[in-house]
T-cell receptor, first 114, second 116 residues
Framework: AQSVTQLGSHVSVSEGALVLLRCNYS??????LFWYVQYPNQGLQLLLK??????LVKGINGFEAEFKKSETSFHLTKPSAHMSDAAEYFC????????????FGAGTRLAVHP | EAGVAQSPRYKIIEKRQSVAFWCNPI?????LYWYQQILGQGPKLLIQ????????DSQLPKDRFSAERLKGVDSTLKIQPAKLEDSAVYLC??????????????FGEGSRLTVL
């Protein structure tokens, strides 16, 4: 079964520093991959998605992610962290074939300190 | 465009009691999902509807959980009787895509259940 693994349940960065959140997927065929963000007491909001077009995907709020088939990775990055980026981030995969649904990783909580 | 609406936002009950959550998806979205998000974990799919039919309920604990989507619009998720381990946020999501889509789901703010 297809799945995603997020390395690091907690990541802490300084304001202005690089943000790197790691996600690896398991799939025998190139999947569709997503990053969602969840702010406290809110639902999930789509940051970006990879759907087999460009391997470098740009999303909202300055985030981007690169699909690397050789590494089965889809890491999320942002060059300069802002205090407002503090949230929980989820990587997700859409299993190939069948009905449209998402399988989520366990999440990474990002803390940004001054 | 109105988003996915859920109610109640918060609910506290004692174990063995029952509870129901309501979801109204984005207008025109054929597919509706209920996810369970336990603290510290990612969302887990409980049930997926396409219009008013169930297409995936493989992870729904059917001895205590039930869900329906009458008329193919809004949906209700019920838990009876509740257990302590049911404490979680219940997220409703909807999508305009059925099969073959790219997977984008739109989420509501969730209903937080605490079972004492």
């Amino acid at each position: 079964a297809q799945s995603v693994t997020q390395l690091g349940s907690h990541v802490s960065v300084s304001e202005g520093a690089l943000v790197l959140l790691r996600c690896n997927y398991s799939s025998s065929v190139p999947p569709y991959l997503f990053w969602y963000v969840q702010y406290p007491n809110q639902g999930l909001q789509l940051l970006l998605k990879y759907t087999s077009a460009a391997t470098l995907v740009k999303g909202i709020n300055g985030f981007e992610a690169e699909f690397k088939k050789s590494e089965t990775s889809f890491h999320l990055t942002k060059p300069s962290a802002h205090m407002s980026d503090a949230a929980e981030y989820f990587c997700a995969v859409r299993p190939s074939g069948g009905y449209n649904k998402l399988i989520f990783g366990a999440g990474t909580r990002l803390a940004v300190h001054p | 465009e109105a988003g996915v609406a859920q109610s109640p936002r918060y609910k506290i009950i004692e174990k063995r009691q029952s509870v129901a959550f309501w979801c109204n998806p984005i207008s025109g979205h054929a597919t509706l999902y209920w996810y369970q998000q336990i603290l510290g974990q990612g969302p887990k799919l409980l049930i997926q509807f396409q219009n008013n039919g169930v297409v995936d309920d493989s992870q729904l604990p059917k001895d205590r959980f039930s869900a329906e989507r009458l008329k193919g619009v809004d949906s209700t998720l019920k838990i009876q009787p509740a257990k302590l381990e049911d404490s979680a946020v219940y997220l409703c999501a909807s999508s305009s895509e059925t099969s073959g889509g790219t997977g984008e789901l739109f989420f509501g703010e969730g209903s937080r259940l605490t079972v004492l």
